[in-house]
């Protein structure tokens, strides 16, 4: 009788939450199937390289695995090298999208996590009701904390509510509680509504003993009053763009108020950085949207894509960002990228 286990080769497999590998057993040409590698785990990811080698040199260097983490490789050794310059006066961006989901709080606290990385002195404002950037950055925001709201509704000074990160010395965060939720109904009575918070910070920026080179300013996914007092704190508008089919749905009015703010709030804002987010090269739709993007902004998108990754949404869990949580992951890689470029590109003229 004949076994059914002789009718079929031997096969090795190795299979992790985001990819799989399956050899032929003494095969000399081994093909590798995975995902991507930027979506493995950096365990799963070493085990998969381990594999590819033991197949032997073709399989090492012509499977799209393999270049994939060579690749991964020389970006991180490329980062390593490089010195990020600091701006000669304090930079504030306001970080803004009105629709949900895009990866405004995600890109504001791993771009200031990155440039903190990098040697910048760098603040977050959190002005979003929620306190998700607060969460990520480790920073107590519960209900009796003094927060955010204080200093917009009751002039609270900045320097009394400001909180050091755990993760890097050089990064700290203005929290926000569920308090903020209720500012925009407060804010309608009141005198110079739309420049509390402008006033506060450069209060702070004037009194602090320690320069700081980076502001940045996460706003709620509306254009209330709360994003009104963020543009016209800042001189620089963020907006980060997801690269799904709404992607521009919206962006002309959000465009629209930001002209409106520089015309009688604010005449030295302006659109200084488009951020591309959410990026899934394996499909047409995100490659179609990111090339629209760019020839709609061709000054403004930064060349460094934000790709979708698990580590990327898993690192607020355990209250921190990307850039502390795995600093050698692709997701990470990419947010110091686009930090560098930030920090070269230097504050719109």
Same mark, same amino acid.
């Given at each position: 009788?004949?076994?059914?286990?002789?009718?079929?080769?031997?096969?090795?497999?190795?299979?992790?939450?985001?990819?799989?590998?399956?050899?032929?057993?003494?095969?000399?040409?081994?093909?590798?199937?995975?995902?991507?590698?930027?979506?493995?785990?950096?365990?799963?990811?070493?085990?998969?390289?381990?594999?590819?080698?033991?197949?032997?040199?073709?399989?090492?260097?012509?499977?799209?695995?393999?270049?994939?983490?060579?690749?991964?490789?020389?970006?991180?050794?490329?980062?390593?090298?490089?010195?990020?310059? =600091?701006?000669?006066?304090?930079?504030?961006?306001? =970080?803004?999208?009105?629709?949900?989901?895009?990866?405004?709080?995600?890109?504001?606290?791993?771009?200031?996590?990155?440039?903190?990385?990098?040697?910048?002195?760098?603040?977050?404002?959190?002005?979003?009701?929620?306190?998700?950037?607060?969460?990520?950055?480790?920073?107590?925001?519960?209900?009796?904390?003094?927060?955010?709201?204080?200093?917009?509704?009751?002039?609270?000074?900045?320097?009394?509510?400001?909180?050091?990160?755990?993760?890097?010395?050089?990064?700290?965060?203005?929290?926000?509680?569920?308090?903020?939720?209720?500012?925009?109904?407060?804010?309608?009575?009141?005198?110079?509504?739309?420049?509390?918070?402008?006033?506060?910070?450069?209060?702070?920026?004037?009194?602090?003993?320690?320069?700081?080179?980076?502001?940045?300013?996460?706003?709620?996914?509306?254009?209330?009053?709360?994003?009104?007092?963020?543009?016209?704190?800042?001189?620089?508008?963020?907006?980060?763009?997801?690269?799904?089919?709404?992607?521009?749905?919206?962006?002309?009015?959000?465009?629209?108020?930001?002209?409106?703010?520089?015309?009688?709030?604010?005449?030295?804002?302006?659109?200084?950085?488009?951020?591309?987010?959410?990026?899934?090269?394996?499909?047409?739709?995100?490659?179609? =949207?990111?090339?629209?993007?760019?020839?709609?902004?061709?000054?403004?998108?930064?060349?460094?894509?934000?790709?979708?990754?698990?580590?990327?949404?898993?690192?607020?869990?355990?209250?921190?960002?990307?850039?502390?949580?795995?600093?050698?992951?692709?997701?990470?890689?990419?947010?110091?990228?686009?930090?560098?470029?930030?920090?070269?590109?230097?504050?719109?003229?």
């Amino acid at each position: 009788m004949t076994s059914s286990a002789t009718s079929a080769p031997a096969t090795s497999s190795f299979t992790s939450s985001s990819a799989s590998v399956s050899m032929p057993a003494g095969s000399p040409s081994t093909n590798l199937q995975t995902t991507s590698a930027s979506q493995c785990e950096p365990s799963a990811a070493a085990a998969l390289l381990s594999a590819a080698t033991h197949a032997g040199p073709s399989a090492h260097s012509d499977t799209p695995l393999a270049r994939e983490l060579s690749e991964i490789t020389r970006r991180r050794h490329a980062l390593a090298a490089e010195v990020l310059p =600091v701006p000669d006066k304090t930079r504030v961006l306001t =970080v803004a999208n009105q629709k949900g989901g895009v990866g405004k709080t995600t890109t504001t606290v791993n771009l200031a996590a990155a440039l903190a990385r990098g040697g910048a002195r760098v603040l977050v404002i959190d002005l979003d009701p929620q306190g998700n950037a607060s969460t990520a950055l480790g920073i107590d925001h519960r209900a009796e904390t003094v927060s955010v709201y204080e200093v917009i509704i009751n002039d609270e000074l900045i320097a009394t509510v400001i909180q050091k990160s755990p993760d890097f010395d050089s990064l700290f965060c203005v929290p926000a509680t569920i308090h903020l939720a209720g500012a925009e109904i407060e804010l309608v009575s009141m005198v110079a509504r739309e420049q509390r918070l402008r006033t506060a910070l450069e209060k702070f920026l004037a009194e602090s003993e320690q320069p700081f080179h980076y502001v940045f300013i996460d706003c709620p996914p509306s254009l209330g009053l709360l994003t009104i007092n963020a543009f016209v704190a800042a001189q620089e508008v963020l907006i980060p763009i997801q690269c799904e089919y709404y992607a521009l749905e919206g962006l002309s009015q959000l465009l629209t108020n930001i002209k409106l703010i520089e015309r009688h709030l604010n005449p030295v804002l302006a659109v200084s950085t488009i951020l591309l987010t959410m990026f899934d090269s394996r499909t047409n739709l995100a490659n179609q =949207v990111a090339q629209e993007v760019r020839d709609h902004f061709p000054d403004q998108v930064l060349t460094t894509l934000i790709p979708r990754s698990v580590r990327i949404s898993e690192a607020p869990s355990y209250g921190q960002t990307v850039i502390s949580y795995d600093a050698n992951s692709p997701g990470s890689l990419s947010y110091l990228e686009a930090a560098a470029e930030i920090a070269k590109r230097g504050a719109p003229q």
